[in-house]
């Protein structure tokens, strides 16, 4: 669903902005880079409305460590939340 709703590539346009909600230091026994970051971001439109949330992990380049993409953990369709079955801790930020 992330990607046939095109998140990031809308990201990439301009037609959503990323926000990062929660950021830290990557866990050390992953073996990334020294100051790569382990992210919460949201996919936000023009309206304030977050579509989606991800986590990524950000190399100190910019550029995505790990698959090299970012990891759906949520997207608002219409009126309707979708999470993984596995269950995440994300509502509270794509109920805005």
Partial sequence: MFNADRIEERAA?????????????????????LGTKSQRIAYVDAHGNHLAVAHRYLRPDNSLAASGRPDPKGLVRGNVLYIPWWGTNIGDHLSR
């Fill in 13 to 33: 346009s301009g037609e959503l902005t990323v926000v990062v909600l929660v950021s830290r230091d990557a866990r050390p026994e992953l073996k990334m880079p």
